[in-house]
């Protein structure tokens, strides 16, 4: 089964960080551009970060400056570290693929289960 597996995520107070990792399962992610996406409860799904395959990044203004994402092509895996981390971060953060970044979010694919974050003191 193609898909992404997301881990790392869990509690943490306001100001705490957390790194996310995404792993590839079925595939190899070398070539393609991988999305960091975050969905609260009663919210759209949203983007939040993007790694093209050559690894350069892109952020969402709600998380400039605090996040940081990088990829492992040789371990198959794309990080997200999360510095500063608000309320207004919490959500379930999922990772998906796609040609390049910056594209709708329907045109990302090998969506996985997603990991919670809630920052909450």
């Known amino acids: 089964q193609l898909q992404f597996v997301e881990s790392g995520g869990g509690l943490v107070q306001p100001g705490g960080s957390l790194r996310l990792s995404c792993a590839a399962s079925g595939f190899t992610l070398d070539y393609y551009a991988i999305g960091w996406f975050r969905q609260a409860p009663g919210k759209e799904r949203e983007g939040v970060s993007c790694i093209t395959s050559k690894g350069s990044p892109n952020y969402a203004d709600s998380v400039k400056g605090r996040f940081s994402i990088s990829r492992d092509n040789p371990k198959n895996t794309v990080y997200l570290q999360m510095n500063s981390l608000q309320p207004e971060d919490t959500a379930i953060y999922y990772c998906?693929?796609?040609?390049?970044?910056?594209?709708?979010?329907?045109?990302?694919?090998?969506w996985g289960q997603g990991t919670q974050v809630t920052v909450s003191s």
């Open positions: 998906a693929a796609d040609i390049f970044c910056g594209r709708a979010t329907r045109f990302y694919d090998y």
